[in-house]
């Protein structure tokens, strides 16, 4: 049975950091692609970060040079570090796996087989 479970979400103020886990159990994260999603009241589930298998990673616009996607594959883990945080931020912060086209960062979201229960990011001003 898989299973995606995160943590480390919680409350900041913005210019602040935290940083997610993903653990995962019946699936080899380093074998599939990862990607690290977030939904904010009232708007679509989007793709904030991703890495493929081969290790390339990809973000959306609005984060770039402020978040990074890595990989413990020792550990199973999947993690995104969040620096500079704002408050447009704030958001269920969900980690995925795209088991069918592992070499690629896919935005949309019914390319991923498996999620992780999701973890509140809220960050004030």
């Known amino acids: 049975q898989v299973q995606l479970v995160e943590s480390g979400g919680g409350s900041v103020q913005a210019g602040g950091s935290l940083r997610l886990s993903c653990a995962g159990s019946g699936l080899t994260f380093s074998s599939h692609a990862m990607g690290w999603f977030r939904q904010a009241p009232g708007k679509q589930r989007e793709l904030v970060a991703g890495i493929s298998s081969g290790g390339i990673t990809n973000y959306a616009d609005s984060v770039k040079g402020r978040f990074t996607i890595s990989r413990d594959n020792a550990k199973n883990t999947v993690y995104l570090q969040m620096n500079s945080l704002k408050p447009e931020d704030t958001a269920v912060y969900y980690c995925?796996?795209?088991?069918?086209?592992?070499?690629?960062?896919?935005?949309?979201?019914?390319?991923?087989?498996?999620w992780g229960q999701g973890t509140q990011v809220t960050v004030s001003s």
């Open positions: 995925a796996a795209n088991t069918r086209t592992p070499w690629a960062i896919i935005s949309a979201t019914n390319a991923y087989d498996y």
